[in-house]
């Protein structure tokens, strides 16, 4: 068997890589192998030096680390991921209809939970705009890299949880309420791109290149949406 193609990516593209793998390996003799972790673990990580055919992350971390001349252009874009909320099975389902009604259901929240990516970053902006940050900061509870805002609602640790809806669908002790509404919407693009400096033979690279063009092709876009996302 060839070697495999390596990838690294952050939880949020985890279990669309993990299909489309399956669905890459019934047309090529190379095996896609990925590994997924918190994304700013997955940044360190290129940052350190380690290397991988390809990197796939939230679109702002692969311009960063295009521009410190760790990743090489192109940057392809390949899946759009909404943030969706979620509170535990059985528990009560507030109204998240528009953004007066999640701004509602947040202060009345005992326990706000989110990630360290980019919706983190998102959320704690729209609670500001919102006026709210102050009031809710001592109710904010952070997934640490790599630990799901889902595994934390399931435990009862969060009472309404804020990632990816690829993060939150099909986990058990999980209710998914629906992706926030058009007026507090935040949609992550997670694109892919080549380690700088990656070794690398002619029919290697035709190899890697036939992988991005499958990941962005009509092909894997079902696989996208069973996950929650959307063509890019």
Known sequence: MSAPITCLSSMATRLVLAELAAAWAQRSARPLVVTSVGGVDAAKRVQAGERFDLVMLASDAIDRLLASGHLQAPRVDLVRSPVAVAVRAGA????????????????????????TGPSGTFLMQLFAGWGIAEQVADRIVQAPPGVPVAQLVARGEVALGFQQLSELLNVDGVQVLGTLPADAAFITTFSAARCAGAPTDNESDADVQALLRFLASPDAAEAKRRQGMEPA
């Open 92 to 115: 009560a389902q507030p109204d998240i209809g528009s953004a007066d009604a999640v701004r509602a259901a947040v202060l009345a929240a005992p326990s706000i939970g989110f990630s």
